[in-house]
């Protein structure tokens, strides 16, 4: 594992800054406030960070003093750590007691698309400069390693600053115990009993030492020598496959970002055909000129490698999201992750004699677009359900599971189909009435039901001839209907099973003068049930 250390210091942003004269950043602490942080020229001027304020005022008079805010330094630091994925899938920020300071950046494999670990090292300077930041950066085997090069290592040149594989213990010997990230009150106590080189405790007995120090001691060496693993927490989760590009010149049209990601697919299609695996949920990065970083999520419904249909979906999403991509000067890089994906079984290609073979996948493919366009919750599945009540006869679902966090569970604008209804348990007497079965009626409903459903019946003023006969007018939404046509009625008694008291409903097709048919029905009987009953609209029909 190679992993590249970078530490950058903001280029003051207030004019009334002098960046060659001493600065501290201070905070709160006890007996008032402390500095934190502070630059170069503080550092000669004989201050140190944990001093306090007032001291330092006393030491230098023509001290800089800012406040420090860590959370806005946190901000920027992970904002930092997204652009740095322009060089590799891993990054991660250090976060050390004087604040966010810095970022480990997992270059195995990585180097070789910039030239070497000396290019990456001097591309990757060229552009944190043009940011306005200063980097000192290294690049050894071991986290522990890199940050002490990138620390205390020498600052000119720059390679010098690359530890060789298998080099960090002759790296560390001449560096200063600081550099092995002690805590304040450990390095008083070694530098009280003489040690001042990490190379002078290197072959130190580890029992005497394990017991007069603090375990963090021989556990921060170990990790730079690369005995102890020190795991990095990535600002992303790393992808299972990933694939990025540098452009030689900005791209700045939407078609030219599209043409980059279907080429960086196809380069995916490779290594998920080998693996036997399809994506799943992938995610676009591009990485514009000024530091600025897009990201762009997309699910598929089924496990797919097809490059120009993944690249398709992408521009429906931005097309339903009404994002465009555009920068000031440019995307410069371009990256597509994946972040999910699932067993694709190989599967033999028609010749044209058996087309349904391929309606699966076809199926697949349309679900995608319509989920891209309409968004995850649009797109509907339904399952029948057994019963003759007509809400509760067919259960909605999400069309497809899908992996994504935070999408849609299916529903869409909360309408269902009615279709064919299934059917009711009736009761069949089994063993002479001493335990009984429930036998599932296979016979499909004896009246049309509507195409579309209401999410819940509305009530309807209705206007009958006779108390128990059809509508001839009725109101709903505040619109007047006259009834030309009424079909039924079609009784559908509650479910007994269920005792929720639910009256008896009577439903009627009925044709109004303009054309227009209507599901309604009327809750409760004449004659049976108390009071009068009442009329709702339960669907339309197409």
């Known amino acids: 594992m190679r992993l590249l250390r970078a530490q950058a210091s903001a280029a003051p942003a207030d004019a009334a800054i002098d960046p060659r004269l001493p600065l501290v950043l201070v905070a709160p602490g006890q007996g008032g406030a402390r500095i934190v942080s502070l630059n170069r020229a503080a550092r000669e001027s004989g201050l140190a960070a944990g001093e306090l304020l007032s001291n330092a005022r006393s030491k230098v008079l023509d001290l800089q003093c800012r406040d420090a805010d860590p959370a806005a330094d946190a901000a920027a630091l992970r904002k930092l750590a997204l652009w740095c994925l322009r060089y590799t899938p891993v990054a991660a920020a250090c976060d050390e007691t004087s604040g966010a300071d810095g970022l480990f950046l997992d270059v195995t494999g990585c180097a070789h698309l910039l030239g070497g670990e000396a290019e990456l090292l001097a591309d990757l300077a060229k552009r944190l400069r043009a940011f306005g930041l200063y980097p000192r950066t290294a690049i050894a085997d071991t986290a522990g390693a890199a940050w002490a090069m990138a620390r205390h290592g020498p600052v000119r040149p720059a390679g010098s600053r690359i530890v060789p594989p298998g080099g960090q213990r002759a790296a560390l010997h001449d560096l200063p115990l600081s550099a092995l990230r002690l805590s304040p009150a450990s390095l008083a106590l070694m530098r009280r009993l003489g040690f001042k080189r990490i190379g ?103 496990p797919s490698r097809d490059a120009e249909h993944i690249a398709q979906l992408i521009g429906l999403r931005l097309y339903r999201l009404g994002r465009t991509l555009e920068a000031d000067f440019g995307f410069e890089a371009a990256a597509v992750h994946v972040l999910v994906a699932e067993p694709l079984s190989e599967r033999q290609d028609t010749l044209g004699l058996d087309e349904a073979a391929a309606a699966p996948e076809a199926l697949g493919r349309l679900i995608d677009r319509l989920q891209q366009r309409l968004g995850a919750g649009a797109v509907c599945r339904l399952s029948p359900h057994q019963s003759h009540t007509p809400e509760r006869a067919v259960h909605v ?20 189909f009615a279709g064919m209804a299934p059917p ?87 044709e109004d003068a303009g054309g227009r048919r209507f599901w309604l029905y009327r809750a409760g009987l004449y004659g049976r049930d108390e009071g009068i009953p009442r009329w709702f609209v339960h669907g339309v029909f197409g």
């Open 397 to 416: 679902h999400a069309a497809l599971p899908s992996p994504l966090v935070g999408e849609g569970k299916g529903g869409g604008d909360r309408r269902t």
């Open 200 to 302: 002078e405790i290197m072959p130190q007995p580890r029992a005497p030492f394990a017991v007069r120090f603090e375990p963090e001691v021989l556990s921060r060496l170990d990790q730079a020598l690369g005995r102890e693993p020190e795991p990095l927490i990535p600002v992303v989760a790393p992808p299972a496959y990933h694939a990025r590009a540098h452009f030689l010149e900005p791209i700045l049209a939407e078609e030219h970002v599209l043409e980059a990601a279907t080429r960086l697919l196809r380069q995916l299609a490779e290594d998920l055909e080998r693996d036997g695996v399809g994506a799943r949920v992938l995610r676009l990065v591009l990485f514009q000129m000024d530091g600025e970083v897009q990201s762009l999520d997309i699910g598929l419904a089924a």
């Open 424 to 510: 009711t348990p009736n009761p069949s007497p089994q063993g002479g009435g001493e335990s009984c079965a429930l036998r599932w009626a296979a016979e499909a409903p004896s009246a049309p039901r509507p195409l579309l459903m209401l999410p819940r019946p509305e009530a309807a003023e209705v206007v009958a001839l006779i108390p128990e006969g059809p509508p001839r007018q009725f109101r709903w939404r505040g619109v007047l209907y006259q009834v030309a046509e009424a079909q039924g009625p079609e009784r559908i008694a509650p479910e007994w099973w269920r005792r929720t008291g639910e009256a008896t409903r009577d439903y009627y097709v009925v």
